[in-house]
């Protein structure tokens, strides 16, 4: 999954004014001091609510689970014989292409539709763990800030855009450690209701759009009423 807001969130707050130059003496060269470097991704994975929300999920979400799962033994069951006829029949010496093509046909409605299906069982599922990383990405922004006091960092960079840096800027442990005492657990289920936040966001658009819409369409309504006075 993508999680697009959690770098907003690592740097919320942080300010991009680099302390006057200082400068440490380590093994691999020397190091600028008030730089660290994050990966908002591995943080929240990573951490102990995280793997302890992914545990209970497993008992939470047991019967989609094992849905899903039976669900898909199910397919490969109808699918393989299918699959099998249609790579029998391509390696005829004379193959039906007609034929052939009402055998693809057929297998590819089968596995759309399972996806569709499968798809539709597991949404709870793919909802609560998008749910556990927004509470988690919350936090992201005060446990980075918390790391930064600590270590006497003023500039955190994303490390997935730093091409290469010694191991004394990784900022991702003492992130981790305070995360784990900020946040030590979350819930798994989420409110009647809830959408993930760019779900959130575009409705958000969609709404707003509208209203614009809804209130140009009533200032243009009286001028439309009116009507040209005669002499």
């Known amino acids: 999954m993508k999680l697009r807001h959690i770098s907003a969130a690592l740097v919320a707050g942080v300010s991009l004014a680099v302390a006057p130059a ?4 380590t093994a691999g060269g020397i190091v600028a001091s008030g730089i660290g470097v994050a990966n908002s991704q591995a943080v929240v994975f990573s951490s102990n609510a995280y793997k302890a929300a992914m545990v209970q999920m497993q008992t939470t979400y047991k019967p989609q689970l094992d849905q899903v799962k039976a669900r898909r033994a199910a397919l490969k069951a109808q699918l393989g014989p299918l699959i099998d006829k249609f790579k029998a029949d391509r390696s005829a010496p004379k193959p039906d292409n007609t034929l052939l093509q009402q055998e693809y046909t057929q297998i590819q409605q089968i596995q759309q539709g399972g996806e569709q299906e499968l798809q539709q069982i597991v949404e709870p599922v793919n909802t609560a763990r998008q749910f556990v990383i927004e509470q988690i990405a919350e936090k992201l922004g005060d446990a980075t800030q918390a790391a930064m006091t600590k270590r006497k960092i003023t500039l955190v960079l994303d490390e997935q855009s730093v091409v290469k840096h010694d191991t004394a800027y990784n900022l991702n442990q003492d992130i981790l450690d305070q995360l784990n005492l900020i946040l030590p657990s979350v ?3 989420p409110p009647a209701g809830w959408l993930p ?5 575009r409705q958000a658009q969609e709404q707003a759009a509208a209203a614009a819409e809804a209130a140009e369409a009533g200032a243009a309504a009286p001028a439309a009423k009116k009507q040209p006075q005669g002499r």
């Open 197 to 201: 936040r760019e779900q959130r966001e």
């Open 187 to 189: 819930g798994v289920t």
């Open 22 to 25: 200082a400068f440490a003496q």
